[in-house]
């Protein structure tokens, strides 16, 4: 019994350890608006707490950037991950934990664009 609890736990910490971690969610932990903006689309769907607003590259920094003096992130993890058929777009649901204690959603969705995946899709979402 000791063995395969052994077992399964070294598995786990491989399988975790094998996750890449994402770009963007990486960004948005230390963050970091210069390298965020450079993946995002022209146009972006944000959406904080169920308000959808369609905007420009300088305007979706900015909606984020206050959202970040408002809500310093403490630490940013990749929960979910999945690709859209032909893996022409995929999606990243991640956990974003601030260091004023509120817990918040993050969905960002991304496609293909030449030969660059840019974001065009970013909701945050208190948990």
């Known amino acids: 019994m000791r ?13 975790a350890f094998g996750q890449a971690k994402n770009p963007a969610l990486d960004a948005l932990s230390r963050n ?5 903006s450079a993946m995002l ?9 169920n308000r959808v607003q369609y905007l420009d590259k300088e305007a979706t920094i900015s ?4 959202f970040l003096s ?17 893996n022409a777009s ?3 649901i991640g956990s974003l934990t601030s260091s004023n204690g509120k817990n918040f ?3 960002i969705f991304v496609s293909e664009k030449g030969d660059k995946k840019i974001i065009q899709e ?3 979402d208190l948990q």
Do not use: W
């Not at 022209?42 to 707490?49: L, Q």
């Not at 909606?63 to 206050?66: G, I, M, S, T």
């Open 90 to 92: 995929n999606y990243v």
């Open 63 to 66: 909606a984020v950037r206050a």
């Open 70 to 86: 408002q809500n310093p992130p403490k630490s940013c993890s990749q929960m979910h991950t999945g690709a859209g058929k032909g």
């Open 32 to 36: 970091d608006l210069n390298s965020l």
């Open 122 to 124: 970013l909701k945050i």
């Open 3 to 15: 063995f395969l609890l052994l077992v399964s736990m070294v598995l786990s910490g491989m399988i």
């Open 105 to 107: 959603r993050v969905f």
């Open 41 to 49: 689309d022209d146009r972006v769907e944000i959406c904080f707490d």
